[in-house]
């Protein structure tokens, strides 16, 4: 009796551990096969969709919103922004190299020399205080504009956000997915609660989307944010993930601080391999 | 009869001090002081592991229970003021709490 609770407490320990020092590649395994037994018969790709991979009328109502898609005047302001040079007579190209199409998917990655997670938009800024400029506002307006703009040129691309295997890239990832899991605010819950566990259930009138395929389609056009008061409907993922710390009742962190990096950093690594949809609609 | 009437007159003169004496509000001042110190400690204690909940401070909530505690102190409603930061006492312990027991969370797939 002894020798068998020894070795099924061994047992427990060892899968806790082995839970606990997974690697980006196993969870990454893990957390697919997990929406591909919930929803089967959903093609990998179509999660990208969110809730409207999962509900048919959602769906229709969406298809009818992309046939004049509202995002697509700023993602025509976005070109106007990339297209414009500084005054030093350099553009947005001068640190991102011609190709707008090329853009989009090298974000996030890791940076060595800094040992941070970069995003996109902390480069949009970054490259507009190195040419003399007033950089953009975190969360919305031009810098969601040209977000929008280069999540359009790479539609199609696939996600590939790479973990080096380095401590500290290591550490960021496992702080993101940390984040992703751990409960918090007044009502006690965690990301991964609505995006994960109910997943496809309805919270009023919305249906959960699945964490699966979340981070393609931003910046995103939501209906929510183009009312009065609001701004124009676009958002950046950081805005986002503020929105819902506020919905559980947590106090929001800042927009492009470390825990929304490292956030973004898991969060879009467990997309990988997903096509780049952005920018899109949702409610 | 005199004795009564001079009886009834010490006790109402001993209530009558009672009632004047600025020790009541001074001690619901203390009382705030004290409180506020040990509530910003708790918020501090919380937001140092993230665990701050989204009403005790933040700008942009409609309640901001500390700030509003401050504010209804300013103005003397020392109850009130004493009544929120209860608010915000339980809510930064819970936030503590809740991230400590959230350091080893993972996925449950």
Known sequence: ?283 | MKKLIAAFGLALFITGCNATTPDKPASKQAQYEAALKNAQAAVDKAASVGGEWRDIRWKKSKKKYLPSAIEAAKAGDYDKALKLLDIVQFQAEAGYKQAMAQKNAGPRF
Request: aromatic share 12%; charged share 25%; net charge positive.
């Open chain 1, 1 to 283: 009796m002894k020798k068998m609770l020894t070795l099924l407490l061994s047992a427990g320990l060892v899968a806790t551990a082995t839970q606990a020092m997974s690697s980006p590649k196993e969870d990454l395994a893990h957390f697919r096969t997990y929406f591909e037994q919930r929803f089967p018969g959903i093609q990998l790709n179509e999660f990208g969709n969110g809730p409207y991979a999962l509900d048919a009328s959602k769906r229709l109502q969406w298809e009818s919103m992309e046939e004049f898609p509202p995002y697509e005047e700023y993602v025509d302001k976005g070109r106007e922004i990339w297209e414009t040079p500084f005054k030093n007579g350099k553009s947005f190209a001068s640190c991102f190299g011609k190709d707008a199409s090329k853009v989009r998917p090298k974000y996030p990655h890791w940076d060595k020399a800094s040992s941070k997670v970069v995003t996109l938009e902390g480069d949009i800024n970054k490259c507009l205080k190195a040419n003399g400029e007033k950089p953009f506002g975190w969360k919305k307006g031009k810098i969601a504009h040209l977000g929008a703009f280069l999540g359009y040129e790479a539609r199609g691309q696939k996600t590939n956000v790479v973990v080096p295997n380095d401590p500290k890239a290591l550490q960021a990832y496992e702080d993101g997915k940390h984040f992703f899991y751990a409960k918090r605010g007044q009502l006690n819950m965690a990301c991964a609660d609505c995006h994960v566990y109910y997943a496809g259930q309805r919270i009023r009138g919305n249906v959960l989307s699945a964490a699966l395929g979340h981070t393609t389609h931003f910046p995103v056009y939501r209906a929510k944010w183009a009312k009065k008061g609001k701004g124009d409907g676009l958002g950046t993922l950081h805005r986002r993930y503020g929105g819902c710390n506020k919905q559980v009742r947590a106090r929001p962190f800042k927009a492009q601080g470390k825990e929304y990096r490292n956030l973004e950093f898991f969060h879009t690594y467990m997309s990988n391999g997903l096509e780049i949809n952005a920018p899109g609609y949702r409610e």
